[in-house]
């Protein structure tokens, strides 16, 4: 029973990568002016396979946050993924430029705000 259990996740894990390219793609489509950012373990390039994926989607302006939050992650439900949505204006905020300066990937940037290398 548990070395099923534990076969089932590492074959869910193992497709991470895939599922990660779905999700970005449907994003792009979705949510063209926005930028989206990869943070944290994987940002940095530490993670391990099984790492969650944190991002930051940035937006000109918010109506709802946790709506907009909801909406992206619907987009890959399976997929461990933290979503942090801000405005534009909150990357000014001095714990969000910390997340970034630890390291970031960009993989979207359809604002064109170049803040990760």
């Known amino acids: ?12 894990v193992s497709k991470y990568d895939f ?7 449907k994003y792009k489509t979705e949510f063209p002016k926005s930028t989206l950012i990869l943070f944290g373990s994987r940002g940095r390039g530490t993670n391990r396979p099984s790492s969650d994926f944190d991002l930051l989607s940035i937006f000109e302006r918010v109506e709802d ?3 907009l939050a909801s909406k992206i992650l619907s987009l890959s439900p399976f997929l461990p993924i933290d979503i942090i949505v801000i405005t534009k ?3 000014k905020e001095r714990i ?3 997340m970034l300066k630890e390291g970031c990937k960009s993989v ?3 604002l064109s705000l170049n803040l990760c290398k």
């Open 65 to 67: 946050r946790f709506l």
């Open 89 to 91: 204006d909150e990357l």
């Open 1 to 12: 029973m548990a070395e099923d259990l534990i076969r089932r996740l590492e074959e869910l």
């Open 108 to 110: 979207y940037d359809g």
């Open 96 to 98: 969000i430029m910390q």
């Open 19 to 25: 599922m990660f390219s779905d999700f970005v793609e």
